[in-house]
């Protein structure tokens, strides 16, 4: 049995340059959710997926990112002209069945931006 | 006000003490409350879930939901050095529209041996 998987574990870059990290969730899990979390605080939520189809958008979530998720398994997550401010970890979680309670986080994706 | 407070600690704790952490919240739309455990620089492991008020046990866990007080704890029975790490509380509303999970800053703890 694996778990939800990220990619990358970390990422460092200059400010204004683009990033995107993959998410691999737990086989079968028709949810997937984009959380992001800065130091001291808890994760936040960005958006979510059911099957291949974004549900819903944080107003976190600017116009810089974008979220796919093409065949309802992996989904991907992308900034834009990163800024300082993007600093944080981005953490991908998933679910299945009828409600979203137990959402099983992966390790997530520590991004620096310089 | 935010919608979930929790306070950040840290919190430390000789080996075999029972631990005490909670959260208040405001929004009684809430109906599931979760707990996660984070470690440093991992992401959120879930521990434990319950559904509206009541008790749940597992091990040495035990989850408490007040929502008359729109109060939970999490309790650690004989804590273990192990379990020093960040725990967060989570919630989230009931229906096909909830999706959202809402958290706690997460408060640190320390078990010292």
């Known amino acids: 049995d694996t778990g939800v998987s990220q990619d990358p574990r970390h990422k460092i870059t200059k400010r204004g340059q683009n990033v995107t990290f993959r998410c691999d969730p737990i086989?079968?899990?028709?949810?997937l959710y984009w959380y992001r979390q800065t130091l001291g605080q808890g994760p936040e939520f960005l958006t979510y997926?059911?099957?291949?189809?974004?549900?819903?958008k944080s107003r976190l979530l600017s116009d810089r990112f974008s979220a796919e998720r093409p065949k309802g398994s992996f989904s991907t997550l992308e900034i834009q002209r990163t800024e300082q401010g993007d600093s944080a970890m981005y953490l991908c979680a998933s679910s299945v069945g009828p409600t979203a309670e137990t959402q099983y986080f992966g390790p997530g994706t520590r991004l620096l931006v310089l | 006000q935010k919608e979930v407070e929790q306070d950040p600690g840290p919190l430390s704790v000789p080996e075999g003490a029972i631990v005490s952490l909670n959260c208040t919240y405001s929004?009684?739309?809430?109906?599931?409350f979760m707990w996660y455990r984070q470690y440093s620089r991992k992401g959120p492991e879930l521990l434990m879930y319950?559904?509206?008020?009541g008790n749940k046990e597992d091990g040495r866990f035990t989850a408490q939901v007040d929502k008359s007080s729109k109060y939970i704890s999490l309790f650690i029975r004989d804590s273990q050095p192990s379990d020093s790490a960040t725990y967060l509380c989570?919630?989230?509303?009931?229906?096909?529209?909830?999706?959202?999970?809402?958290f706690g800053k997460g408060t640190k703890l320390s078990v010292i041996p």
């Open positions: 997926f059911q099957n291949e189809a974004q549900l819903e």
């Open positions: 989570a919630m989230i509303g009931s229906g096909a529209g909830s999706y959202q999970l809402t």
């Open positions: 319950t559904y509206s008020s």
């Open positions: 086989s079968e899990h028709n949810r």
């Open positions: 929004n009684s739309a809430f109906q599931y």
